[in-house]
């Protein structure tokens, strides 16, 4: 069953923007928050930016703030991703996360949308 999913990646140009989203289908638990996280190949997983499910206070990494923008439809359980100004080193893997009510840490994992910026 799949709980979380992704998508609108794609292949853009530097200096475009690009926008993706991810929906939380699966309705048998609460959201605390939402994030996304991405990878680069040969890269270790990074946290970009997450959204606080209630009160929409939002929070990003030093490399995309002020390019970026997190935002989320809670009535719709889905969270998007507003990438502007996007940068050769903005290539990766994107996933959505979900943090839980009552968990400390995100444990439900999408399969990912591929961003691929040329430069």
């Known amino acids: 069953q799949v709980q979380v999913a992704e998508s609108g990646g794609g292949l853009v140009r530097a200096g475009d923007s690009l926008n993706v989203s991810c929906v939380a289908s699966?309705?048998?638990?609460?959201?605390?928050?939402m994030g996304w996280f991405r990878q680069a190949p040969g890269k270790e997983r990074e946290f970009v930016a997450d959204?606080?499910?209630?009160?929409?206070?939002?929070y990003y990494s030093d490399s995309v703030r002020d390019r970026f923008t997190i935002s989320r439809d809670s009535t719709q359980r889905t969270m998007f991703l507003q990438m502007t100004q996007l940068k050769f080193e903005d290539t990766a893997a994107y996933y959505c996360?979900?943090?839980?009510?009552?968990?400390?840490?995100?444990?439900?994992w999408g399969r990912g949308t591929q961003v691929t910026v040329s430069s």
């Open positions: 959204i606080h499910w209630t009160s929409g206070r939002t």
């Open positions: 996360a979900v943090m839980k009510l009552g968990s400390t840490r995100y444990d439900v």
């Open positions: 699966d309705h048998s638990f609460e959201i605390y928050n």
